[in-house]
């Protein structure tokens, strides 16, 4: 069988040529965290499985209330069958908790609601360590222009309300993600869709059933989750049965 054309690895997956046109294989590879994982860059086991299932499970859902994202099917445990799109190289991130940078720059607690969901712009680039940018720069630098800004930001928002919602379902606090937006072209007509992933990798997510669990004592805040892809996989139901953690074989009684 012919090998198929690696287009880009990254610290998190590996992009194939799809096999159509217009098509990709994204691959989940085990490595690179982010956000939720206590040690980023760290390999976890069984990771890529898991957040192949998360993306398909809120890209898929996405799609199904009309937000249209990259998401076409997931053809096996770690792989899923995507459009392919002209990324804008801008992280959309969105806040609803205070965490993290913004607790850090602004000075404001960990875990404070604020006031709206806020959405921020970061320019994808490593090796500067993508810095947070304006419309501004955005704008003048033509990573894309004011049309798209309005609509990334209108997307983002959506995103934030449906994951919002999902998670809340689960008892599970979404106090920020972040999203990457592409561009697909139908005939002369050009789209944004939802590109990369969704997954733990990319939200910050707080138990708030740690919180519930302290009635009649004093008030514990929401924390962060432990073993959060398993966790969340199993609350919305997506855990794949035959992966196991349990790094040695088990004595079934
Ligand atoms: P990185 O280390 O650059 O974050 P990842 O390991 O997350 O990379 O690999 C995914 C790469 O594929 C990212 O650079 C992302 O922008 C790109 N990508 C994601 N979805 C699509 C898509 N639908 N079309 C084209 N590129 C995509
Ligand atoms: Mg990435």
Same mark, same amino acid.
């Given at each position: 069988?012919a090998?198929?054309?690696k ?7 590996i992009?194939?040529?799809g096999?159509? /046109? %217009? @098509?990709?294989?994204?691959y989940?590879?085990?490595?690179g965290g982010a956000i939720? $994982?206590p040690?980023?860059?760290q390999?976890i086991?069984?990771k890529?499985?898991l ?12 799609n199904a209330?009309?937000? /249209? @994202? =990259?998401?076409i ?8 069958l #995507?459009?392919m799109a002209?990324? +804008?190289? +801008?992280? #959309?991130v ?5 965490a %993290? /940078?913004i607790?850090?720059r602004?000075g404001?607690?960990e875990g @404070?609601?604020?006031?709206r /969901?806020?959405v921020?712009?970061?320019y994808k680039d490593?090796?500067?360590?993508d810095?947070?940018?304006a419309?501004? =720069?955005?704008i ?9 800004l309005d609509? !990334? ?6 995103v ?6 999902? !998670?809340m %379902?689960?008892g599970?606090?979404?106090a920020?993600?972040r999203?990457?937006i592409?561009?697909?072209w139908e005939?002369?007509? !050009?789209?944004?869709?939802i590109a990369?992933?969704?997954?733990p990798?990319s939200? *910050?997510?707080?138990d708030?059933r740690?919180?519930?669990?302290a ?6 805040d929401?924390?962060?989750?432990a073993? #959060?892809?398993t966790?969340?996989? *199993?609350r919305l139901g997506v855990?794949p @049965?035959n #992966? $196991? =953690?349990t790094?040695?074989?088990t004595?079934i009684?």
């Amino acid at each position: 069988m012919a090998r198929r054309k690696k287009i880009y690895e990254g610290k998190a997956k590996i992009l194939y040529e799809g096999p159509e /046109p %217009g @098509t990709l294989v994204q691959y989940f590879k085990d490595d690179g965290g982010a956000i939720s $994982t206590p040690k980023p860059g760290q390999a976890i086991e069984g990771k890529g499985v898991l957040n192949n299932r998360l993306s398909e499970f809120f890209m898929s859902g996405l799609n199904a209330i009309g937000v /249209p @994202t =990259h998401f076409i099917r997931r053809l096996n445990m770690r792989e899923q069958l #995507v459009r392919m799109a002209e990324i +804008i190289p +801008i992280q #959309v991130v969105v806040r609803n908790f205070a965490a %993290g /940078p913004i607790s850090e720059r602004l000075g404001i607690a960990e875990g @404070t609601p604020l006031p709206r /969901p806020i959405v921020e712009f970061y320019y994808k680039d490593e090796k500067l360590g993508d810095p947070m940018v304006a419309e501004e =720069h955005i704008i003048a630098f033509g990573w894309a222009g004011q049309q798209d800004l309005d609509d !990334m930001v209108a997307l983002a928002l959506r995103v934030n309300d449906f994951l919002s919602g999902v !998670m809340m %379902g689960v008892g599970i606090r979404l106090a920020d993600f972040r999203i990457e937006i592409g561009r697909i072209w139908e005939g002369d007509f !050009m789209r944004l869709i939802i590109a990369d992933e969704i997954s733990p990798d990319s939200c *910050r997510l707080w138990d708030m059933r740690a919180a519930e669990r302290a009635e009649g004592q004093p008030a514990i805040d929401p924390g962060p989750l432990a073993d #959060v892809y398993t966790e969340l996989a *199993r609350r919305l139901g997506v855990l794949p @049965t035959n #992966v $196991t =953690h349990t790094p040695k074989p088990t004595l079934i009684n």
